[in-house]
């Protein structure tokens, strides 16, 4: 029996308990300066959760995407990083409740990220738009664009704006002239940011420059079906130099049979007052009696001399007056 027992034993599957449920990475955190532009973080923190409003789940989530101890910070981040820092575009959207709100969030991510170009508006009623252009070596905790969206999004969802976060993959692509755009001819009433300050200029001018090479190739995409670019117009001016030789061999043709319609316009002209010339000849005959009457009808049917058309009379000399 015991060995009955042992052989079930073995062909039975262990009971392994399901496993715990994969937690969510938290937010990367930020390093902040107390002593820096930003100012004391608990102080600023609670300016912004006065004017959004916030509970106090979601300030103490806001706080805990940053940390003010420099220590501390360097425990808990990760080890040396191989990126290279760039810039990076950042577009945050989001409903406030009031411009007040709005200028709450925008300050504090000005104080935290340090952006070179900040610009933001409402492009629609109680909706928000901004634009960060970010390097990363000027944010304390010098993260990568990756690890920086993902604190950006643990900040738009601590704040609890209905908003989102969207990176830029390339610097001044079309997302961001359009969102520029959008920002600089919808933003309604007071417009925020540095895009339009004199360190800025260049960008700005950058900005406008693509605008217009957007609003070009928009335009020759919509007129032609054609994308505007290089080998489009190497194309092109293949296509034109084909249809040029093409021009220029159908004019020569044309040349060549308008030539040959003047010869045989030439050749007709001689034909006729060669028939003529010879009708007069006959005529002449039949007045001297060489000719008959109705041979003289005959010949001229068979040169194509016909009364109808040329009366005999006009083929008659006209007799000399007596003076």
């Given at each position: ?239 034109a130099a084909t249809q040029r030789r093409a021009l220029e061999r159908t004019q020569l043709q044309v040349s060549a049979h308008a030539q040959q319609v003047l010869l045989a316009e030439q050749e007709l002209r001689r034909f006729r007052t060669g028939v ?48």
């Amino acid at each position: 029996m015991l060995a009955h027992l042992i052989r079930i034993r073995a062909h039975m599957q262990p009971c392994i308990p399901p496993g715990p449920e994969p937690e969510s990475k938290p937010s990367p955190l930020l390093l902040w300066h107390e002593r820096g532009s930003g100012g004391a973080l608990d102080s600023t923190l609670a300016h912004c959760a006065r004017a959004l409003p916030l509970d106090h789940t979601q300030h103490a989530a806001l706080r805990g995407l940053f940390c003010s101890n420099k220590r501390a910070w360097a425990r808990r981040a990760r080890g040396p990083s191989t990126y290279t820092p760039s810039e990076t575009g950042f577009a945050v959207w989001g409903f406030v409740r009031s411009s007040k709100a709005r200028d709450a969030v925008l300050g504090l991510l000005q104080r935290a990220l340090r952006p070179r170009v900040l610009f933001a508006g409402e492009t629609r009623p109680s909706f928000f738009e901004a634009f960060l252009l970010v390097r990363s070596d000027f944010v304390a905790s010098a993260p990568s664009p990756p690890e920086l969206e993902a604190w950006l999004e643990g900040f738009v969802e601590c704040l609890g704006i209905s908003g989102g976060v969207s990176r830029f993959e390339s610097y001044m692509d079309a997302g961001t002239v359009a969102l520029l755009d959008r920002i600089e001819r919808l933003g309604q009433g007071k417009r925020l940011g540095t895009l339009c300050s004199p360190r800025n200029r260049d960008f700005y001018r950058f900005f406008t420059l693509m605008r217009a090479r957007l609003g070009e190739e928009r335009d020759c995409r919509l007129h032609t079906g054609r994308d505007l670019s290089l080998q489009t117009m190497v194309q092109l001016q293949a296509q034109a130099a084909t249809q040029r030789r093409a021009l220029e061999r159908t004019q020569l043709q044309v040349s060549a049979h308008a030539q040959q319609v003047l010869l045989a316009e030439q050749e007709l002209r001689r034909f006729r007052t060669g028939v003529l010339e010879a009708a007069r000849i006959l005529v002449e005959l039949e007045r001297t009696g060489a000719v008959g009457a109705d041979a003289l009808v005959g010949l001229l049917e068979h040169l194509g001399v016909r009364q109808a058309r040329v009366p005999l009379a006009q083929l008659r000399p006209v007799p000399a007056r007596a003076h």
